[in-house]
């Protein structure tokens, strides 16, 4: 069974950092891309980051180019998001997303940031 | 980047059709995916590509394409159905992705 497991959320205060992890379990995790995917409270989805399978091509939202960065380790199976800067307007769920080629086809369960004072 | 629009509320009566829509640019070149979220849940795929529904997904999604609008369709609502569903593709330089910002479909 596909599982993806996000921790590291927390409440951190504006300009302060916080980095995301994501545990994969039951598949191959070095073949597939991944993706962060938030969702501020009450609104829709965003989509943050994508890293390839090798790690060699990253993609950032423009809301967050130069303040985060997406990371993994296919020895750990592990996707990583290191949060710097962080804005009020960064509160949200982060999830981190399976993707296969076609669609984001799993989902963790959602790691909550909030940034506030 | 693009944008892609939808719809914020849509309802159905139970039993009937409803047709959810995603207008923006980027469908001219790129397929839309569907993603169904219920409350306090990580979305669901529930139609990627041309019209293809991942494992577990009923046949009564589909979903159609044309220019630059993009649709899911559900034939004989449930409802479980009830629930946000959003759009999603790549965008224009095709290296990131845009979400629609998502449809609340309420079943009477």
């Known amino acids: 069974e596909v599982q993806l497991v996000e921790s590291g959320g927390g409440l951190v205060q504006p300009g302060g950092s916080l980095r995301l992890s994501c545990a994969a379990s039951?598949?191959?995790?070095?073949?597939?891309?991944m993706n962060w995917v938030r969702q501020a409270p009450g609104k829709g989805l965003e989509w943050v980051s994508y890293?390839?399978?090798?790690?060699?091509?990253?993609y950032y939202a423009d809301s967050v180019k130069g303040r985060f960065t997406i990371s993994r380790d296919n020895a750990k199976s592990s996707l990583y998001l290191q949060m710097n800067s962080l804005r009020v307007e960064d509160t949200a769920v982060y999830y981190c997303?399976?993707?296969?080629?076609?669609?984001?086809?799993?989902w963790g369960q959602g790691a909550l940031v909030t940034v506030s004072s | 980047s693009s944008e892609l629009t939808q719809d914020p509320a849509v309802s159905v009566a139970l039993g009937q059709t409803v047709r959810i829509t995603c207008q923006g640019d980027?469908?001219?070149?790129?397929?839309a995916t569907w993603y169904q979220q219920k409350p306090r849940q990580a979305p669901v795929a529930v139609i990627y590509?041309?019209?293809n529904r991942p494992s577990g997904i009923p046949d009564r999604f589909s979903g159609s394409s044309s220019g630059d609008t993009a649709s899911l369709t559900i034939t004989g609502a449930q409802a479980e159905d009830e629930a946000d569903y959003y759009c999603?593709?790549?965008?224009?330089?095709?290296?990131?992705?845009?979400f629609g910002g998502g449809t609340k479909l309420t079943v009477l």
């Open positions: 997303a399976r993707d296969d080629g076609d669609c984001f086809d799993s």
């Open positions: 039951g598949f191959t995790f070095s073949s597939y891309e």
């Open positions: 890293i390839s399978s090798s790690g060699s091509a990253i």
């Open positions: 980027s469908l001219r070149n790129y397929y």
């Open positions: 590509g041309k019209n």
């Open positions: 999603n593709s790549r965008d224009s330089s095709g290296n990131h992705v845009v």
